[in-house]
């Protein structure tokens, strides 16, 4: 498997250093530069070209967001051949953040206080062209998937919207062979709601456990890692109105 090259883009200098020591620990990872500014930063995505950039959301001399936007229209003006992918990192899970960032371009959205482990699935994800939503800010991108986000605001003549993966023919065919139930799916919409598995049990009169065992159920019909992505896949696919 070769190694997945990145550069990171953060102002604390201990972040930085204890980023690149965790990600260069993993061996399909290469933290192949680094910078402290959004300016820098910019710099270094033109000259590095890496497989993913880990940009910080609270640059001192431009946000990650502003930083985003920059490159993103950078790419389309080069005729969009390069591939590099942006990851932003951030405290910030307001939604205006959040759909700020996917307007601006950003492949993914991941929160500092997740694991490192998370950080590197989530790296691995953006890589291979999944948009990574960090649980803590789903239920803003699933809410908005609906009615699509608006395009930038400023500077912009296209409209961007989140992308996020849709079901591949595998899937569907899984589903073929095993369809999810009426219960399965009442359970799934209440996934994409936001609801617990204590609230689903509350809502439909049946214990916990119950619950559980349909979305263990629902997760391997979907071929779904967690709730997040069931909920993700449901939308895309039509299960969920």
């Known amino acids: 498997m070769n190694e997945i090259s990145i550069i990171l883009i953060e102002d604390h200098d201990l972040t930085r250093m204890g980023l690149r020591a965790a990600l260069q620990s993993h ?7 680094e910078a402290a500014n959004a300016t820098q930063g ?4 033109e000259t590095a070209k890496p497989d993913v950039a880990v940009v910080d959301i609270g640059l001192p001399d431009m946000d990650g967001i502003e930083l985003t936007r920059k490159f993103k229209r950078s790419q389309a003006e080069n005729g969009g051949q390069s591939t590099t992918k942006i990851l932003i990192l951030t405290m910030d899970h307001t939604e205006d953040a959040v759909l700020a960032a996917f307007a601006a371009g950003a492949d993914s959205y991941y929160m500092k206080e997740t694991s490192i482990s998370k950080l590197t699935e989530a ?13 803590a800010i789903a239920n803003v991108v699933l809410r908005k998937m609906r009615q699509g986000i608006p395009g930038e605001s400023q500077g912009s003549d296209k409209p961007k919207t989140v992308k996020i993966e849709a079901l591949a023919s595998e899937y569907e065919q899984v589903l073929e062979t095993y369809p999810l139930t009426q219960r399965e799916l009442e359970i799934l919409e209440l996934i994409v709601a936001g609801c617990s598995n204590g609230q689903i049990a509350e ?7 119950t619950v559980k065992t349909h979305v263990r159920n629902i997760l391997n019909k979907l071929c779904a890692d967690d709730r997040t992505q069931a909920a993700v896949r449901a939308l895309r696919s039509g299960l969920v109105a």
């Open 27 to 33: 061996s399909a990872l290469k933290v192949i530069g």
């Open 42 to 45: 910019l710099k270094l995505l």
């Open 123 to 135: 790296i691995q994800a953006t890589h291979g062209g999944n948009s990574w939503i960090d649980p």
């Open 203 to 209: 809502k439909l009169y049946i214990t916990v456990g």
